[in-house]
Nanobody, 120 residues
Framework: QVQLVESGGGLVQAGGSLRLSCAAS????????MGWYRQAPGKQRDLIAT???????NYADSVKGRFTISRDNAKNTVFLQMNSLKPEDTAVYYC??????????????WGQGTQVTVSS
């Protein structure tokens, strides 16, 4: 099993920044890709950013150019730097991990979620 623990959510004004962190522990040799999803009230959970162990990244169009995903492989930690935040970015953000993360698939491992609220 792999455990994922997130931190860094909170309340921020529009235009501000937040940085999320997610630390993996346990059988981390079983994961390669890590990613961030978000779920707004009444909406589905969407994949917004992924990063491979080789640090190749992909982003949803809604966050491209504003969010940056990165990772520290030595510490099994993934980060999400969120800049120029908008009220529509308000959601619960989830860290996820698996051998491969692809749009439309469901990763095996999930964090507990952290609330991000952007006020206008």
């Amino acid at each position: 099993q792999v455990q994922l623990v997130e931190s860094g959510g909170g309340l921020v004004q529009a235009g501000g920044s937040l940085r999320l962190s997610c630390a993996a522990s346990g059988r981390t040799y079983s994961i390669s890709d890590m990613g961030w999803y978000r779920q707004a009230p009444g909406k589905q959970r969407d994949l917004i950013a992924t990063i491979t162990s080789g640090r190749s990244t992909n982003y949803a169009d809604s966050v491209k150019g504003r969010f940056t995903i990165s990772r520290d492989n030595a510490k099994n930690t993934v980060f999400l730097q969120m800049n120029s935040l908008k009220p529509e970015d308000t959601a619960v953000y989830y860290c996820a991990a698996d051998w491969r993360i692809r749009s439309g698939s469901t990763p095996h491992y999930w964090g507990q979620g952290t609330q991000v609220t952007v006020s206008s």
